[in-house]
C-alpha cells in the first residue's frame, strides 16, 4: 500500500470516529427532511423577490422567454400577496354577531343594489359566507351590518365557480327615523 493511500484512509477513519462524517456517510443515504411549512405572507414576500430578480434578468437580456418567465412570476406574486392581505384581513375581522333585522329593511332585490366596488370588511364576509350560503343551494341569502351598513349577500353561480354577491340598500329605500310621538297627555317631558 503506497503511503498516500494508507494516510487517506487514516484520515477518513479519523473522520468517521470523530463523527465528522467518514466513510459511512459517504454510503449511507441522504434522507431529505420534511419541508418546512411556509406561511402565506413568507410566500408572498418570496415571489416578489423571485419576481423582481426574473424582471431585472428580462430587462438585463431582452430575452422574449425571460420577460414571459418575469410576467408569469409578477402575477404569482401579485395573486399570493392578495391572498395574504385577505387571509390578514380575515383574522382580524370578527365573526358577526347575530343581529336583529330591522323592520325597515326593504324587500330584496327591489330595494337593493350591487355594492360596487364592496369595502375589504364586505369582500371578507363574502368569503366567510361562502361555504355556510352554497350548502342551501344557489340564490341562497343573508342579510346582515357589516361595516356599519346593512349588506344582503347571495349565493351566485359565476361561470364554473360558486361565489357570493354582496348587496347594499339602494340609496332612499330605507325609512328616515320618524321622531318619538309626543308624550300622552298628563306626562311631562324629563
Request: charged share 15%; hydrophobic share 40%; net charge positive.
Amino acid at each position: 500500500m503506497s503511503a498516500f493511500a494508507f494516510v487517506l484512509l487514516m484520515m477518513l477513519l479519523s473522520k468517521q470516529q470523530g463523527g465528522g462524517g467518514g466513510i459511512s456517510s459517504i454510503f449511507t443515504p441522504a434522507v431529505p427532511s420534511a419541508p418546512k411549512p411556509v406561511s402565506l405572507p413568507e410566500a408572498a414576500a418570496a415571489a416578489q423577490a423571485d419576481a423582481k430578480k426574473a424582471t431585472e434578468l428580462a430587462r438585463q437580456t431582452r430575452l422574449a422567454q425571460h420577460a414571459a418567465s418575469a410576467k408569469q412570476k409578477q402575477t404569482t406574486a401579485a395573486v399570493l400577496t392578495q391572498a395574504a392581505k385577505t387571509q390578514a384581513a380575515a383574522k382580524t375581522t370578527p365573526p358577526p354577531w347575530p343581529q336583529a333585522k330591522p323592520n325597515g329593511l326593504p324587500p330584496f332585490p327591489a330595494g337593493w343594489v350591487p355594492h360596487n366596488p364592496p369595502p375589504q370588511a364586505v369582500q371578507t364576509r363574502a368569503w366567510q359566507l361562502l361555504p355556510v350560503l352554497w350548502k342551501q343551494g344557489a340564490n341562497a341569502r343573508k342579510s346582515e351590518q357589516t361595516a356599519g351598513e346593512w349588506v344582503t349577500y347571495v349565493a351566485q353561480a359565476m361561470g364554473a365557480k360558486k361565489g357570493v354577491v354582496a348587496y347594499k340598500v339602494r340609496p332612499g329605500a330605507m325609512p328616515t327615523a320618524s321622531p318619538s310621538p309626543p308624550p300622552p297627555s298628563g306626562q311631562a317631558n324629563a
